[in-house]
């Protein structure tokens, strides 16, 4: 009986070694492979990029923060603000007048 538990064991124990070396080569090979895979598009990417046009886009990017920050953030608020209260004024006369308004009768 000593022998088949024996036996059993040294099988069980040489089929998980075995699974064990033929994940981790798998494995290996993957990240071999997309490591390799991304290499090649980085230096794709660098190569698009060339230095004449990331010096232009260096460049446009203090002028997109002035409009964005003059136009989107404080521009057309403040417009929108002006427009608002000028609104308000030239048509408030229209809740201190009199006749707009009926009198409250009980």
Same mark, same amino acid.
């Given at each position: /009986? #000593?022998? +088949? ?6 099988? @069980? ?6 699974? $064990? %070396? ?8 993957? !990240?071999?492979?997309? /490591?390799?895979?991304?290499?090649? $598009? @980085?230096? @794709?990417? &660098? ?10 886009? !260096?460049? #446009? ?10 136009? %989107? ?8 603000? %002006?427009?608002?209260? #000028?609104? &308000?004024?030239?048509? @408030? +006369?229209? &809740? ?9 009768? &009980?």
């Amino acid at each position: /009986m #000593a022998y +088949f538990w024996v036996a059993f064991l040294t099988y @069980s124990l040489s089929d998980v070694l075995k699974w $064990r %070396i033929l994940f981790r080569t798998t494995l290996y090979d993957y !990240l071999n492979q997309r /490591m390799a895979e991304i290499k090649t $598009r @980085s230096q @794709s990417l &660098l190569k698009e990029t060339s230095p004449r046009r990331l010096n232009f886009l !260096l460049k #446009a990017v203090k002028p997109m923060s002035w409009i964005r920050v003059a136009m %989107i953030e404080v521009g057309i608020p403040l417009l929108i603000g %002006i427009i608002a209260i #000028a609104l &308000l004024v030239n048509h @408030s +006369f229209l &809740l201190v007048d009199s006749n707009a308004i009926p009198p409250v009768t &009980l």
